[in-house]
């Protein structure tokens, strides 16, 4: 790949060291002839990734996750540097600095392309989804009813607490904890899972893209909740139905030439 040139930088300030982490980078690509922007405002202003070559995010995945519009509307590729735990998305640490960061630098990385969900509500415009949509019943502890079809064919009629549809970079997320299969990031297709169905046989469905999903409430006395990537989707009051599918757009993620995603997987999930 080409050399990079000009870099953002976003620290997540609520992580303790998370500002020195991002000096350190900050002072190692100036050193290298890198022009640079840092801030630790999170989420970073509008705009902040226009122009660059890449972004290098200080944090966690979550953290990450936040850059996920910018990056695809300017199409900048983002690194995460974690901050705690290994991260799926995040997966250099800063201990690797020194070592890892002159190389990526200097053209030594590849740019992957996830796919991300596209959600609107009808009539509405597209917005985006890196891990996951979510659709929970509006009232805690009460049972709900929702309905799913696949280009206006009836898929199945669910009774649960709610239905989590992923990527496959969101099927080690909440998807994999409702018991979701875990999906290589390279599948170009969408999973469903419902949440503690009230009926055995309801498993996760994997869908191929080009699929339109449309999901409907069964007389649930409560508007649902709705998340994307665990942030509230929408402002104000939500009504089904919602339309999803894969979305054209893609997030561009940076990683290290031998980046390995089975020893994330090993090291996350504690394979042997």
Request: aromatic share 8%; with cysteine; proline share 6%.
């Amino acid at each position: 790949m080409k050399p990079l040139r000009r870099i953002a930088i976003v620290g997540n300030s609520t992580k303790d060291g998370a500002s020195y982490v991002a000096e350190q980078l900050e002072s190692m690509a100036k050193t290298f002839g890198l022009t640079t922007i840092l801030t630790m405002d999170f989420p970073p202003p509008d705009r902040f990734l226009e122009g660059m070559d890449a972004c290098f995010v200080v944090g966690g995945d979550g953290t990450l996750l936040n850059l996920m519009n910018q990056a695809v509307t300017f199409d900048v590729p983002v690194a995460g540097i974690r901050h705690g735990q290994l991260g799926f998305l995040a997966t250099f640490s800063p201990d690797e600095m020194n070592r890892k960061m002159p190389i990526i630098f200097q053209g030594g990385y590849r740019i992957k392309r996830r796919s991300t969900l596209s959600f609107m509500k009808k009539e509405g415009c597209e917005l985006l989804a890196l891990n996951d949509l979510v659709v929970k019943s509006g009232s805690d502890g009460r049972l709900a009813r929702f309905s799913v079809l696949a280009d206006s064919e009836l898929v199945a009629e669910y009774a649960c607490d709610g239905i989590v549809f992923a990527t496959p970079t969101g099927s080690t997320a909440y998807s994999l904890a409702a018991g979701g299969p875990i999906v290589h990031p390279d599948s170009d297709v969408m999973l469903m899972t419902p949440i503690s169905a009230h009926t055995l046989t309801s498993r996760s469905v994997v869908f191929p893209s080009g699929i339109s999903l449309s999901i409907h409430s069964e007389g649930n006395s409560d508007d649902p909740l709705v998340t994307a990537d665990g942030q509230p989707a929408f402002e104000g009051s939500v009504r089904l139905p919602l339309e999803v599918s894969v979305s054209k757009q893609t997030f561009p993620l940076l990683e290290e030439i031998k980046h390995s995603h089975f020893r994330v997987l090993r090291n996350k999930l504690k394979w042997g």
